[in-house]
């Protein structure tokens, strides 16, 4: 079994996950040792610092080991990733990637004999999309009934998180002028509609006036955020999101907590009030990418 998207995971699967990441992280002495001797490796295209820490933290801490990779330093670089993905799968119990392509990741979920976990691609986040989630019933006791509004550009993270809200029952509203191409799944989106709890919108005011959550997430990827050949693209789409800056004025009254992904760019999608406002959940959420991978981890390494 691999998390490559949560398109192949049904809402019962979620579900559990995500009760899983509550209990392990009441309890997290009850599964010191559940991934004794058991090895994951960790290969990673772009930057990170949530994914990285929370799966390296997770293995340690349920008793087993991880080895961080950077793509640039191995062969991969040169070979057919079926043939070095084949190859890393007889060594380690798990792999978990961050790629640059959707496509590569798929490759390797074909290609390994373990299981296969999406760190972050262009079109999708699933891991960071289960602590969020887990996050929310956190604070709320309960998922189902909810409703979330999505503001900035439409991303892996966005798409993700519409395939896990309307999977758990919880109603989200995207309010997205700008459209990341690499990430487009109209079938994903397609899927959504028709459970009756996606719908897009350009009214913040009337989407968030009665909301329990509102999300934002960067404007630009990781990838591009300090490329010199992105730099027009960054400040054309600084100028149009603006406007969208989740901050008290847009938010008018509402009383809705507060999430991002992280990392977080303060000033540009997210005010600086807004992050240390007693509705914010962020770092929650961040911590929560430990747990999170505690469960993933634990429900395909054992
Ligand atoms: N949210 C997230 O995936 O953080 P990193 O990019 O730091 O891993």
């Given at each position: ?30 599964y ?69 392509k ?51 550009v ?35 989106l ?58 008290k ?16 760019h ?37």
């Open positions: 079994m691999h998390l490559v998207t949560l398109k192949e995971w049904s809402s019962k699967k979620i579900g559990e996950m995500i009760d899983s990441s509550l209990l392990i992280k009441r309890s997290p002495e009850d010191q040792s559940v991934l004794e001797e058991k090895s994951l490796a960790m290969i990673f295209q772009k930057t990170s610092t949530r994914t990285r820490l929370s799966f390296e933290v997770a293995m340690t801490q349920l008793g087993g080991n991880s080895i961080y990779m950077d793509w640039i330093s191995t062969n991969l670089v040169l070979a057919d990733l079926r043939d070095e993905t084949r190859s890393i799968s007889g060594y380690v119990d798990g792999i978990m990637a961050r790629v640059l959707h496509s590569d990741l798929e490759t390797m979920a074909e290609s390994s004999r373990v299981p296969v976990i999406n760190g972050c691609d262009e079109m999708y986040h699933p891991c960071q999309i289960v602590a969020d989630l887990m996050t929310v019933k956190e604070k709320k006791g309960r998922l189902e009934g909810l409703k979330l509004v999505y503001i900035g439409h991303n892996n993270v966005c798409n993700s998180l519409i395939e896990g809200c309307t999977k758990m029952g919880v109603k989200i509203t995207a309010v997205t002028p700008l459209v990341n191409e690499a990430s487009v799944d109209e079938e994903l397609k899927k959504a509609k028709r459970t009756g709890l996606y719908e897009t919108s350009m009214d913040v005011k009337a989407a968030v006036e009665d909301c329990d959550v509102v999300y934002t997430d960067t404007w630009v990827d990781m990838e591009y955020f300090l490329d010199p050949k992105f730099k027009a693209e960054k400040e054309r789409r600084i100028k149009l999101m603006l406007p969208h800056q989740v901050n004025e847009l938010l008018g009254g509402s009383d809705a907590l507060i999430m991002h992904d992280m990392p977080i303060r000033g540009y999608e997210i005010a600086e009030d807004m992050i240390e406002s007693p509705n914010s959940i962020i770092y929650d959420q961040s911590e929560n990418r430990l747990h999170t991978a505690k469960a993933i981890l634990t429900k395909l390494l054992k």
